[in-house]
């Protein structure tokens, strides 16, 4: 028989110990779990090598995957092979597949020695490496940015995995008569956020990252507008419903912590009310809205010596901790992030783990803010613990990985229990591996898509949508809203996953809080 692992459970403080206690007898949790973080951390890594696009490595370790979308940006002229689908579609958007990258430098930046200490910091970079590659090819001009690679209404249409797309994917733009501020913006942040991983490691690349993020941002500034006016096919589909300032100014702090020019601090403390960073009161943090991480990370900066500057910074701080307070229900009623009964974050019905995966590492990073500079955070004028802020995320983590009222993994191939009709072409149908043949976009949707069984390929690591408000899961393929996986769901868990993983264990590791000084 098989030895259980042994768990050693980290401590919370008491109150937490007995709100958890309180829940599971009137939601019958099981949360005597325990997990190991280390294999949720190495799966969801995993995960991104089957979202690949363009000509797989040799050392592709997702093998029911091959090469695809090897034609994308022939017809325009411009390279474009290479990057992430989003999701269980055949289609590269930009916007997300920016964010994904961002949360990726930032989680893998902020948690490296733990990552590194788990044996997975070769891999994190060669995930954040693989998008970099698309989005410095995707920025083909100083003012020209390729935010889109196929066409969402045809290939919503088909049923296929990707190797079987033969035609080539349409590409569409922005420049200076298309502007698409938002989506330049989020590019500049997440090529500004990976050259600092890079920094010690490969100067050259990060220096190319670095100009690359230097141009888009000035691109994005001077060129104002909304990305999907000029590429209405995303509207469908990643519509920038935030508008583009909160990229703006997400994209100037993260350029001001990789230079470490003034001006691009001054950016976002000049136009801090204008833009909405200091008058904006968030519930959420997303691929479309920015504003509570903004909020965050200014939260997080030294004081300025202008005195003016400070009281910018603190209006920042004040709007923070509005998001964490709402993240921990102790803001008025109506200004909380609504609860399933069985404790879950429940933002809104559509992919509903995509909010929770952001807003616990935004708490945690907070946490670890708040501890390093010995400070309290504070809801309606109580105090509240860097602890206690820790213990509410990693409730959330250990929700995702089966600690909720069904015992539910929402994380793919983890658990004894997880999702096994994932809503995805390619692993849906026989892998590339064992069937080289075509297969053809009805001829998906007849033998494949509508089984009843098990996917053949288990899409590791993919966090799915996840539960209803009432914390249930339908397992459908078709159930696209619970159980389609997208790449920025992963992203913010990673850097967890390796922190609990190093908790755990009590690895003697540090934390590299990106913002708490320069």
């Known amino acids: 028989m098989e030895e259980k692992k042994k768990c050693k459970s980290l401590k919370h403080p008491m109150f937490i110990q007995q709100w958890l206690a309180l829940v599971s007898i009137f939601s019958l949790l099981p949360f005597s779990q ?103 090819k995707a920025h083909s001009e100083p003012n020209v940015l390729w935010v889109q690679v196929g066409d969402g209404e045809m290939d919503h249409q088909c049923w296929q995995r ?51 993020a230097q141009q888009l941002f000035e691109f994005g500034d001077k060129f104002r507008g909304k990305y999907d006016n000029s590429v209405e096919v995303v509207k469908g589909y990643y519509p920038s419903t935030s508008g583009y300032k909160d990229e703006l100014l997400w994209a100037a702090l993260w350029l001001y912590k990789a230079t470490d020019k003034v001006d691009y601090l001054n950016y ?22 920015k504003y509570a991480g903004v909020q965050v990370i200014a ?68 946490s670890d803010h708040l501890k390093a500079t010995n400070q309290n955070l504070y809801c309606k004028g109580v105090p509240v613990t860097a602890d206690e802020i820790f213990a509410t995320a990693k409730f959330q983590i250990d929700y995702i990985l089966g600690s909720n009222p069904i015992g539910m993994s929402y994380l793919v191939g983890y658990g004894s229990t997880c999702p096994k009709r994932v809503h995805h072409r390619g692993a849906s149908i026989e892998g590339y591996d064992k069937n080289k043949g075509y297969i053809g976009c009805m001829e998906g949707f007849k033998n494949w898509f509508r089984r009843q069984d098990s996917n053949p390929n288990v899409l590791v690591g993919a966090l799915v949508g996840g539960p209803d408000k009432d914390d249930q899961f339908s397992d459908q393929r078709g159930n696209f809203r619970q159980s389609e996986a997208c790449t920025y769901n992963s992203a913010p868990l990673i850097g967890l996953f390796a922190k609990l993983h190093a908790l755990e264990r009590n690895y003697s590791t540090i934390n590299f809080p990106l913002f708490s000084s320069n």
């Open 34 to 136: 325990c997990f190991d973080y280390g294999e949720a951390l190495s799966k969801s890594i995993l995960y991104y090598e089957a979202q690949r696009s363009g000509y797989l490595p040799y050392n592709q370790r997702v093998t029911w995957r091959h090469h695809s979308g090897l034609a994308d940006g022939l017809e325009e002229g411009v390279d474009l092979i290479g990057g992430y689908y989003d999701a269980g579609d055949n289609i590269k958007f930009g916007l997300p597949m920016a964010f994904t990258i961002t949360m990726l430098s930032w989680s893998v930046m902020q948690y490296q020695e733990q990552i590194a200490a788990a044996g997975e910091f070769s891999h994190a970079l060669e995930a954040i490496k693989w998008g970099t590659d698309y989005l410095i």
């Open 162 to 212: 990707p190797e079987d797309v033969k035609t080539s994917g349409r590409a569409y733009k922005i420049d200076e008569e298309n502007p698409g501020s938002d989506a330049a913006g989020e590019t500049a942040a997440a090529l500004a956020a990976a050259s600092l991983l890079f920094r010690k490691i490969n100067p050259h690349y990060s220096h190319i990252l670095l100009e690359h």
């Open 268 to 289: 976002a403390l000049e136009n801090a009310e204008s833009f909405g960073g200091t008058t904006w009161s968030i519930r959420e943090f997303s691929w479309d809205i």
């Open 299 to 366: 939260a997080m900066l030294p004081k300025e010596k202008n005195e003016e500057y400070n009281h910018i910074l603190q209006q920042y701080r004040s709007k923070a901790e509005h998001y964490i307070c709402a993240n921990l229900n102790k803001n008025e009623n109506a200004s909380n992030v609504p609860r399933t009964p069985g404790g879950l974050l429940y933002t809104r019905k559509w992919n509903p783990l995509q909010y929770v995966s952001t807003a616990t590492f935004l708490l945690i990073a907070y």
